[in-house]
């Protein structure tokens, strides 16, 4: 043996920790780049898990829009053939049925006044009535019971109420019926 080591370890060492080397940077080059290519790809799978969430969520919204749609086209046409009726055929019965809504509970109806307004956008016309009752808080009461009960399709838009000394009162209600508008026409 010679004083620098054995054969192996002086020619055969060196020879192998370069070939050893080379090895580890041919690895490197060949698995860096497909490990940051698998990343990415992970990367974009997420994404376009996220983006596929989202775009459930909004085909969902939109389903639920949809539904809210055609539930308001049925209930509006269930609202146009069983609520409201032409002013020709529910007029003078509306106005008959909210005198007699007065005079339940023991009001006493004055003159009453009408006007009409056509609305815009639909085939319907809004009838404001204006009626002076004179009675007791109690009667009154009553009263905007009996409109709360009554099947016509009736709004309350305005009370004005003035009492004095005898607990009369005098209330002045201001009422909104609708008629649906003769097909292909506006107001008579």
């Not at 596929?52 to 939109?62: L, P």
Request: net charge neutral; aromatic share 6%.
């Amino acid at each position: 043996m010679s004083a620098a080591g054995p054969f192996w370890r002086r020619r055969l060492l060196p020879v192998f920790l370069i070939l050893l080397a080379l090895n580890l940077l041919a690895l490197a080059a060949w698995t860096v780049p497909r490990t940051l290519r698998l990343r990415s790809a992970t990367a974009r799978v997420a994404e376009a898990r996220q983006t596929v969430e989202q775009e459930r969520a909004r085909a969902a919204e939109a389903r639920e829009r949809a539904d809210a749609i055609a539930a308001n086209t049925r209930d509006l046409a269930r609202f146009y053939e069983s609520v409201v009726d032409t002013e020709q055929a529910d007029l003078l019965p509306t106005l008959e049925d909210i005198e007699a809504m007065a005079r339940a509970p023991g009001l006493t109806p004055g003159r009453r006044n009408f006007r009409r307004e056509e609305i815009e956008g639909v085939p319907l016309e809004r009838i404001t009535v204006v009626l002076p009752l004179g009675g007791s808080y109690e009667q009154l009461v009553g009263f905007l019971e009996e409109v709360e009960r009554s099947p016509r399709f009736l709004t309350v838009e305005r009370i004005s109420l003035r009492g004095d000394e005898d607990s009369e009162a005098s209330l002045q209600v201001e009422m909104s019926a609708f008629m649906r508008l003769p097909r292909g026409g506006g107001t008579r």
